[in-house]
């Protein structure tokens, strides 16, 4: 466990740079082979700000875009997916730097493209498409291979991006699935769609495919192309078939039917040791010389792959240094089904290789995946356990929990390591029964079976867990607390924490002046560590202490330390950030910079949505502070709501020392006020939904989204048209940006 709580290796600069480089850099048009520009001119002409290239594997979608691009006389943007792209926040990131180029606009906002899942659709979403509608050059962005991002997150993200595309510009989605709002698009004139009966091949472009391929076409050539019914992938296999010897006029059934025949054709007319090659490295999503071959545990695979590459055999460029490549899908499918029934048993012992290859490189969120499909439920779960921590800090929190939930909660319960980062993710993500539930687990695995130091760590780690969540009374948490501090070691990426929670506990019996060592040890700590939730953390209690101290010039300075810690690492949305936010308007108001006090409020508001019980002193600190910044704006109303937020919080966690005294004083002090007129802020529950109010989904879907039913959508919708003063969905949005509670 000790080892598996390390830092991960640092990505290899130069090879996470070229993997980068191949996603967002417009492909090299392949010369010959069959002309789109008929279609590209279509497209451009349709005056649709969005156009979908939607058609089964093998029909040139990516072709023609990478056509287009050559043609286009307006800035190009281009982004390639892949399987692991699958992320709202890596989404957004790649659309943001893919457009940085040409659009200082988006570069302004590119880093803030990641959070926990409600803040990629509430802020980064909305951020992104704000930026791309005020850029004033006119561009074209090319998204190819969409249906490897087609998780629910990814489609909701991308549907509010696509909102954002001024008139003049274009984007073009190209894959086998659509982006699923086409009906609205269709209304609105704002869609061309092109399918596979425009991608089909007639006669002179199968002629133009045998002739690339180097072989002049027969009389056969129409037989040919009505057999596979203009299918380009089809009459490219018959034009490499027919050039090694082969005869394809007994061709005959459906697109994959034919492919697999087709593929198995010209396979097997190749050298044995290609045939091998392409067999085995077909568990590669991305191919270089050297992962090859370490796949292959053998060398020559440049040459090989230039071979390839030469023979025109679905081989596709990444970069334009021709380092990167992948196979065309639909081939490496078939070649992944060669692979298992030519050499059974092989796949497992490739995909271990592949996992060390890229662990070596830096790259162990690809290993992960490697180390699944070959089995190896225990050796990726401890490579998650090492990578959960600065995963979910770089904003990808749907690929932990997508990791989680591969693994499944046998695998997760035998590491304790990976108990700890599925407790401390449910834990900061305000899931209340995940939390809990993981909790439970934590404190059921067997510490006396553990060696050391690994007992110690899982100790120490059980620890943190029952003194955050602060079940068993304040008392007990200072002594869970401290007992993490004195047993976790110095270079452990958890003792930050520790010290951290050393400090928020003691405040709970009355322990000011520990408090604050402990919290400037943390932040000193965390600094050290690069770990941003501590530095925050405690600079934001830091605040607190110099404001009720009548410190304002060190509350000050401490406000504006945690703020800058914010925005260096991109937290925008991490329950984490509500504290230092809600304080900083405090101090802001003190300097009567009211404006810049709502600002913060607006965040804050947002944030505290996922501090809920389970995180009992963080939830409750955060709903004071943001109650007495409403007090000093005379927003009683506001104040009275985060005070009945306060006291749901104590009855499910009553034995919070003293900060439950500071709850009645705050109540106390709000009941001596004079009643005034105001509008009641969104709920927590409201500001979860609020987002999806951008998309077309309606709201029975909605609801399953966030696992409601459809009358509670509509309840809440309704309250959330009440607070904010509109009638529409539309209206409901622009306010909503407007105050902040949506994108910046």
Same mark, same amino acid.
Request: contains cysteine; charged residues 25%; glycine residues 8%.
């Given at each position: 466990?000790?080892?598996?709580?390390?830092?991960?290796?640092?990505?290899?600069?130069?090879?996470?740079?070229?993997?980068?480089?191949?996603?967002?850099?417009?492909?090299?048009?392949?010369?010959?082979?069959?002309?789109?520009?008929?279609?590209?001119?279509?497209?451009?002409?349709?005056?649709?700000?969005?156009?979908?290239?939607?058609?089964?594997?093998?029909?040139?979608?990516?072709?023609?875009?990478?056509?287009?691009?050559?043609?286009?006389?307006?800035?190009?943007?281009?982004?390639?997916?892949?399987?692991?792209?699958?992320?709202?926040?890596?989404?957004?990131?790649?659309?943001?730097?893919?457009?940085?180029?040409?659009?200082?606009?988006?570069?302004?906002?590119?880093?803030?493209?990641?959070?926990?899942?409600?803040?990629?659709?509430?802020?980064?979403?909305?951020?992104?498409?704000?930026?791309?509608?005020?850029?004033?050059?006119?561009?074209?962005?090319?998204?190819?291979?969409?249906?490897?991002?087609?998780?629910?997150?990814?489609?909701?993200?991308?549907?509010?991006?696509?909102?954002?595309?001024?008139?003049?510009?274009?984007?073009?989605?190209?894959?086998?699935?659509?982006?699923?709002?086409?009906?609205?698009?269709?209304?609105?004139?704002?869609?061309?769609?092109?399918?596979?009966?425009?991608?089909?091949?007639?006669?002179?472009?199968?002629?133009?495919?045998?002739?690339?391929?180097?072989?002049?076409?027969?009389?056969?050539?129409?037989?040919?192309?009505?057999?596979?019914?203009?299918?380009?992938?089809?009459?490219?296999?018959?034009?490499?078939?027919?050039?090694?010897?082969?005869?394809?006029?007994?061709?005959?059934?459906?697109?994959?039917?034919?492919?697999?025949?087709?593929?198995?054709?010209?396979?097997?007319?190749?050298?044995?040791?290609?045939?091998?090659?392409?067999?085995?490295?077909?568990?590669?999503?991305?191919?270089?010389?050297?992962?090859?071959?370490?796949?292959?545990?053998?060398?020559?695979?440049?040459?090989?792959?230039?071979?390839?590459?030469?023979?025109?055999?679905?081989?596709?460029?990444?970069?334009?240094?021709?380092?990167?490549?992948?196979?065309?899908?639909?081939?490496?499918?078939?070649?992944?089904?060669?692979?298992?029934?030519?050499?059974?048993?092989?796949?497992?012992?490739?995909?271990?290789?592949?996992?060390?290859?890229?662990?070596?490189?830096?790259?162990?969120?690809?290993?992960?995946?490697?180390?699944?499909?070959?089995?190896?439920?225990?050796?990726?779960?401890?490579?998650?356990?090492?990578?959960?921590?600065?995963?979910?800090?770089?904003?990808?929190?749907?690929?932990?929990?997508?990791?989680?939930?591969?693994?499944?909660?046998?695998?997760?319960?035998?590491?304790?390591?990976?108990?700890?980062?599925?407790?401390?993710?449910?834990?900061?993500?305000?899931?209340?029964?995940?939390?809990?539930?993981?909790?439970?687990?934590?404190?059921?695995?067997?510490?006396?079976?553990?060696?050391?130091?690994?007992? +110690?760590?899982?100790?120490?780690?059980?620890?943190?867990?029952?003194?955050?969540?602060?079940?068993?009374?304040?008392?007990?948490?200072?002594?869970?607390?401290?007992?993490?501090?004195?047993?976790?070691?110095?270079?452990?990426?958890?003792?930050?924490?520790?010290?951290?929670?050393?400090?928020?506990?003691?405040?709970?019996?009355?322990?000011?002046?520990?408090?604050?060592?402990?919290?400037?040890?943390?932040?000193?700590?965390?600094?050290?560590?690069?770990?941003?939730?501590?530095?925050?953390?405690?600079?934001?209690?830091?605040?607190?202490?110099?404001?009720?101290?009548?410190?304002?010039?060190?509350?000050?300075?401490?406000?504006?330390?945690?703020?800058?810690?914010?925005?260096?690492?991109?937290?925008?949305?991490?329950?984490?950030?509500?504290?230092?936010?809600?304080?900083?308007?405090?101090?802001?108001?003190?300097?009567?910079?009211?404006?810049?006090?709502?600002?913060?409020?607006?965040?804050?508001?947002?944030?505290?949505?996922?501090?809920?019980?389970?995180?009992?002193?963080?939830?409750?600190?955060?709903?004071?502070?943001?109650?007495?910044?409403?007090?000093?704006?005379?927003?009683?109303?506001?104040?009275?709501?985060?005070?009945?937020?306060?006291?749901?919080?104590?009855?499910?966690?009553?034995?919070?020392?003293?900060?439950?005294?500071?709850?009645? +004083?705050?109540?106390?002090?709000?009941?001596?006020?004079?009643?005034?007129?105001? +509008?009641?802020?969104?709920?927590?529950?409201?500001?979860?939904?609020?987002?999806?109010?951008?998309?077309?989904?309606?709201?029975?879907?909605?609801?399953?989204?966030?696992?409601?039913?459809?009358?509670?959508?509509?309840?809440?919708?309704?309250?959330?048209?009440?607070?904010?003063?509109?009638?529409?969905?539309?209206?409901?949005?622009?306010?909503?940006?407007?105050?902040?509670?949506?994108?910046?």
């Amino acid at each position: 466990m000790s080892e598996a709580s390390r830092p991960a290796l640092a990505v290899r600069p130069e090879l996470s740079a070229s993997l980068l480089s191949g996603k967002i850099a417009p492909p090299a048009p392949r010369t010959g082979g069959v002309s789109r520009r008929a279609l590209v001119e279509r497209a451009q002409q349709a005056g649709a700000r969005v156009v979908e290239v939607t058609a089964p594997p093998g029909y040139g979608k990516s072709t023609m875009l990478a056509e287009w691009a050559a043609l286009e006389p307006r800035e190009v943007a281009w982004v390639g997916l892949d399987r692991h792209d699958d992320d709202p926040a890596t989404l957004l990131t790649l659309l943001a730097l893919a457009c940085s180029r040409f659009s200082p606009e988006v570069a302004a906002v590119a880093g803030e493209m990641r959070g926990p899942g409600p803040s990629t659709l509430g802020r980064s979403a909305p951020l992104l498409a704000a930026a791309l509608a005020r850029t004033t050059t006119p561009f074209v962005l090319f998204v190819d291979d969409l249906q490897e991002a087609s998780s629910e997150g990814c489609r909701d993200v991308l549907e509010v991006v696509l909102g954002g595309i001024p008139a003049g510009s274009q984007v073009v989605l190209a894959g086998r699935l659509s982006q699923g709002d086409r009906a609205r698009r269709r209304v609105e004139g704002d869609l061309l769609e092109l399918d596979a009966d425009d991608l089909r091949v007639d006669l002179a472009g199968a002629a133009a495919l045998f002739r690339d391929a180097g072989v002049e076409p027969g009389a056969d050539l129409a037989a040919v192309v009505e057999r596979c019914e203009g299918w380009p992938t089809g009459i490219v296999l018959c034009a490499l078939l027919v050039r090694a010897g082969g005869d394809a006029s007994a061709l005959a059934g459906t697109d994959r039917f034919v492919a697999d025949y087709l593929y198995r054709e010209c396979l097997a007319r190749l050298p044995a040791d290609l045939q091998h090659f392409l067999r085995c490295t077909a568990v590669l999503d991305q191919l270089s010389a050297g992962a090859c071959d370490a796949v292959l545990d053998d060398v020559g695979s440049a040459a090989l792959l230039r071979r390839l590459e030469d023979a025109h055999l679905f081989l596709v460029p990444l970069d334009h240094r021709r380092g990167w490549f992948r196979y065309h899908a639909l081939f490496r499918e078939f070649l992944l089904a060669e692979l298992e029934r030519c050499e059974q048993g092989v796949a497992a012992a490739l995909h271990r290789r592949a996992a060390a290859w890229l662990t070596a490189h830096g790259l162990e969120a690809r290993a992960v995946e490697h180390l699944l499909a070959a089995g190896d439920v225990a050796e990726a779960a401890e490579l998650v356990a090492g990578l959960g921590l600065s995963t979910y800090q770089s904003g990808q929190v749907t690929v932990v929990t997508r990791w989680l939930a591969a693994l499944g909660d046998d695998a997760v319960v035998a590491s304790p390591a990976l108990t700890v980062v599925a407790t401390w993710r449910a834990l900061l993500l305000g899931e209340t029964s995940e939390a809990e539930r993981w909790a439970a687990a934590l404190e059921g695995v067997d510490a006396d079976a553990l060696p050391e130091p690994d007992r +110690t760590a899982l100790v120490s780690a059980r620890c943190q867990v029952r003194a955050a969540m602060c079940v068993d009374g304040a008392e007990a948490a200072v002594a869970c607390a401290a007992f993490a501090v004195d047993h976790e070691p110095s270079w452990s990426p958890w003792y930050d924490q520790a010290l951290h929670l050393l400090g928020a506990t003691r405040l709970l019996v009355g322990e000011r002046d520990a408090a604050r060592v402990a919290f400037r040890d943390a932040s000193a700590a965390g600094t050290a560590a690069g770990n941003p939730d501590s530095v925050l953390l405690s600079e934001a209690e830091l605040a607190v202490l110099d404001v009720d101290d009548d410190r304002w010039a060190d509350a000050d300075a401490h406000a504006r330390a945690a703020v800058r810690t914010i925005e260096a690492h991109h937290m925008e949305g991490y329950s984490t950030t509500a504290l230092a936010l809600g304080v900083s308007a405090r101090v802001a108001l003190h300097r009567g910079e009211r404006t810049v006090a709502e600002r913060f409020l607006a965040r804050a508001m947002r944030a505290r949505v996922q501090c809920t019980h389970v995180l009992p002193f963080l939830a409750l600190r955060v709903r004071l502070q943001l109650g007495y910044a409403y007090t000093t704006l005379g927003d009683r109303t506001t104040a009275m709501h985060l005070a009945a937020e306060a006291a749901d919080l104590l009855r499910r966690r009553p034995r919070v020392g003293l900060l439950a005294d500071e709850v009645a +004083t705050f109540r106390a002090r709000l009941d001596g006020l004079a009643a005034a007129p105001g +509008t009641p802020p969104l709920t927590p529950a409201e500001h979860r939904l609020l987002p999806y109010l951008q998309t077309h989904l309606t709201m029975a879907e909605i609801g399953r989204r966030l696992f409601v039913s459809r009358n509670t959508v509509s309840t809440q919708v309704g309250s959330i048209y009440r607070k904010l003063g509109a009638t529409t969905r539309g209206a409901a949005v622009e306010r909503a940006a407007e105050l902040g509670l949506l994108g910046g």
